[in-house]
Structures are given as C-alpha cells and as structure tokens.
T-cell receptor, first 116, second 110 residues
Framework: DAGVIQSPRHEVTEMGQEVTLRCKPI?????LFWYRQTMMRGLELLIY????????DSGMPEDRFSAKMPNASFSTLKIQPSEPRDSAVYFC??????????????FGPGTRLTVL | GQNIDQPTEMTATEGAIVQINCTYQ??????LFWYQQHAGEAPTFLSY????GLEEKGRFSSFLSRSKGYSYLLLKELQMKDSASYLC???????????FGTGTRLQVFP
C-alpha cells in the first residue's frame, strides 16, 4: 500500500492568494482527518470526515478555511485568502472504522505551507 | 475543556531508560495514544491504552492510570534513532477524534 499521499509537499505563496492542499487516503479507510502543526500550538485537528461526510469541523480556525471530500479517495483543504499566520505543516491522516480497537491513524508526509 | 500536558524537552544517554509523562483532563475518556515523530516527518503510532496498567511492546512500554489522568511512555535501551518528538493524544468518549499534546522532544546522546 502506498500510504496516505499528500500534495504538494511544499508550498510557498503570498498573502492573499488561494492555497489548495490535497490528500489521498489509504484505500479502504473510512475516516479522514486534517491537522495543522506549529511549534507553538502543536498538532491541532481541523476537521474530520467519516465516509466522505464532515463530522466535526470545530477546529477550522475561520471562514477562510474549507475542506471537501467528494469521494472516498480524495480530499482537499482550501485556504482563501491565505495569511502569514497560516504558515504551518498540514497533515492528512486516515483510519479504518473496523479492525483494531485503537483505530490507528496513518499520517501522510505533510505539506509545509509558507505564506509570505 | 480539554488539556494535555507533557514536558517540552528531555535528554538521555544511549543505552539508558527514559520515562515521558503525560497528564490529561478531558471530557470523558476512550483511549490514550502515543505517537513518535522524527524531525521533518509524519507522526507514527506507537501504543494504545484504554484500561489501567502497562502495555509492553519490545523496548517501549506505556502505562495508564485513568483515575489520575496520567500516562507515561517508557523507552528502554535507548538508541540514537529514538531521538524524536513523542506525542501523547487522548480520544474522548463517543468521538473518533484525537486531542494531541504539544509533544516531548527527546534527544539521545552517545
């Protein structure tokens, strides 16, 4: 299995521009999570989906952030307009509903976003 | 509210034993996780505790006390490759999401 795939791996943009981050979860996984990681705040959950449906978006910082999951194999996280304080590493993770009780989350390699 | 506390940094010597503590206050409890994250890489799953007691996996062990809201990760026979951040995360009851602590950066010296 290829694992969770994220693109791009690095993104540098200017304040005010639209940014789109992409994620392909592991095939057969029912859950997809978007996280943001910074030195100050650590790893924060932004939103998660179950069977392509958003379940909890309480971590989405503001209306500039939106996420979609049009099908089981693809999700996007969009920031419009971007601001310097959005600079962080954004991780996507997926997990299965069934299986081990700990419902292990498998993380993608992350997208390092820098907003100038 | 939900709060997870871990020490920010720890250092240890190769071959030694180190214990990384985690205390938590959450709305309900349905499992505690430890993840390892090497610099510039993604977190990877290490261990899971949902009942009180010790879970052992090779050189790594994780302990949980639900009444005290406390866990620790024990690393034995430290190796240089164990230098990484260790993240404690809690899953609240009736949810699928994890709340992560800010992580403990462990440096292992020769």
């Amino acid at each position: 299995d290829a694992g969770v795939i994220q693109s791009p791996r690095h993104e540098v943009t200017e304040m005010g521009q639209e940014v789109t981050l992409r994620c392909k979860p592991i095939s057969g996984h029912d859950y997809l999570f978007w996280y943001r990681q910074t030195m100050m705040r650590g790893l924060e959950l932004l939103i998660y989906f179950n069977n392509n449906v958003p379940i909890d978006d309480s971590g989405m910082p503001e209306d500039r952030f939106s996420a979609k999951m049009p099908n089981a194999s693809f999700s996007t996280l969009k920031i419009q307009p971007s601001e310097p304080r959005d600079s962080a590493v954004y991780f996507c993770a997926s997990s299965r509903l069934a299986g081990e009780p700990w419902n292990e989350q498998f993380f993608g390699p992350g997208t390092r976003l820098t907003v100038l | 509210g939900q709060n997870i506390d871990q020490p920010t940094e720890m250092t240890a010597t190769e071959g030694a034993i180190v214990q990384i503590n985690c205390t938590y206050q959450t709305s309900g409890f349905n499992g505690l996780f430890w993840y390892q994250q090497h610099a510039g890489e993604a977190p990877t799953f290490l261990s899971y505790n949902v009942l009180d007691g010790l879970e052992e996996k090779g050189r790594f062990s994780s302990f949980l006390s639900r009444s005290k809201g406390y866990s620790y990760l024990l690393l034995k026979e430290l190796q240089m490759k164990d230098s990484a951040s260790y993240l404690c995360a809690v899953r609240a009851y009736n949810t699928d999401k994890l709340i992560f602590g800010t992580g403990t950066r462990l440096q292992v010296f020769p």
